[in-house]
């Protein structure tokens, strides 16, 4: 009835992996753990074919990197099961009772994110930009995520039924880190399926140093700048669904986009001292994403 499936990518999985088998078989449920390796780089792979001799679990390497939202597409088509279970490879469970409370909400049409829990500090100064903005930004709880429920969707755990999968995919333009969630969530509004959230999080064990995760967000802004014009018919609808594109457009409407763009320039050295820093600011943080934004949409 359920396939758990975990994209992975440089990760180990194996304790995470033993987890999710001890809770499944406890429950007696029909289930699959479906795992994927996107051709890793870090030799994880030696770490986790071992995995592949356990009862109900399936494990594939690839030999080509296919990317975030490519290998997702493929987990949905693998998979043997309706109800698809998804989350990220650097995560652990956060309770005892992870793969129980999704299949409770097993039923069709489920679109369901459980959320996201972090350490209580942070691991390492180098990563405490990182860190930071996952507590501040991505742990709230279901009751404000229910607020604006395809807003707040992300990839990292969640529920899904295949048949909505058959018509909402996610988008394989989008080969490189940043946003795919963005968009799937909006797809998923498009045609009227409302994300449910609850209560069911998973641990988040793994966080960049803040120069990687700066990169990684220049990149993800450069996706995102990129689909809003090239993929989006309903602009405005798009733009309404994204923090920071609905910034950039109040900033547009008046426009005004060409100050920040400049201001960026000038302080964009300043601004990663700050946050590369011991004390890193997400209002900083915030400023240098718009910033970058704003210098995208120059003209």
């Given at each position: 009835m359920i396939?758990?499936?975990?994209?992975?990518?440089?990760?180990?999985?194996?304790?995470?992996?033993?987890?999710?088998?001890?809770q499944a078989d406890s429950l007696?449920?029909?289930?699959?753990?479906?795992?994927?390796?996107?051709a890793s780089t870090?030799?994880?792979?030696?770490?986790?074919?071992?995995?592949?001799?356990?009862?109900?679990?399936?494990?594939?390497?690839?030999?080509?990197?296919?990317?975030?939202?490519?290998?997702?597409?493929?987990?949905?088509?693998?998979?043997?099961?309706?109800?698809?279970?998804?989350m990220d490879s650097?995560?652990?469970?956060?309770?005892?009772?992870?793969?129980?409370?999704?299949?409770?909400?097993?039923?069709?049409?489920?679109?369901?994110?459980?959320g996201k829990t972090n350490l209580p500090e942070c691991p390492a100064p180098e990563c405490r930009l990182r860190w930071l903005y996952s507590v501040k930004r991505?742990?709230?709880?279901?009751?404000?995520?229910?607020?604006?429920?395809?807003?707040?969707?992300?990839?990292?755990?969640?529920?899904?039924?295949?048949?909505?999968?058959?018509?909402?995919?996610?988008?394989?333009?989008?080969?490189?880190?940043?946003?795919?969630?963005?968009?799937?969530?909006?797809?998923?509004?498009?045609?009227?399926i409302k994300v449910v959230h609850i209560d069911n999080p998973l641990l988040y064990c793994s966080f960049d140093d803040s120069i990687t995760f700066i990169k990684k967000t220049e990149l993800g802004i450069h996706n995102l700048a990129s689909f809003y014009n090239n993929n989006i018919e309903n602009k405005n609808g798009f733009a309404a669904e994204v923090r920071l594109l609905r910034a950039w457009k109040r900033l547009d409407s008046i426009n005004i986009t060409g100050f920040p763009a400049l201001l960026f320039r000038i302080f964009r050295t300043a601004m990663l001292k700050n946050l590369t820093g011991k004390r890193p600011s997400i209002f900083v943080f915030d400023l240098y994403?718009?910033?970058y934004l704003c210098s995208f949409f120059e003209p």
């Open positions: 396939s758990i499936c975990i994209p992975i990518y440089n990760s180990d999985v194996r304790t995470l992996v033993h987890a999710l088998k001890a007696n449920i029909v289930y699959e753990l479906l795992l994927i390796d996107d870090n030799g994880c792979q030696k770490l986790n074919a071992s995995l592949a001799t356990l009862p109900k679990v399936r494990y594939i390497e690839l030999e080509k990197n296919i990317g975030r939202s490519a290998i997702r597409n493929l987990l949905a088509k693998e998979a043997t099961y309706r109800y698809l279970i998804f650097d995560v652990q469970l956060a309770s005892p009772d992870y793969v129980q409370k999704y299949y409770e909400c097993c039923r069709e049409g489920i679109v369901c994110y459980g991505e742990e709230p709880c279901a009751a404000e995520r229910n607020l604006n429920p395809n807003r707040s969707f992300i990839t990292y755990n969640f529920l899904i039924d295949k048949e909505i999968f058959r018509t909402v995919s996610f988008d394989e333009t989008l080969k490189t880190y940043g946003h795919e969630d963005t968009v799937f969530g909006f797809r998923l509004l498009e045609a009227g994403k718009l910033g």
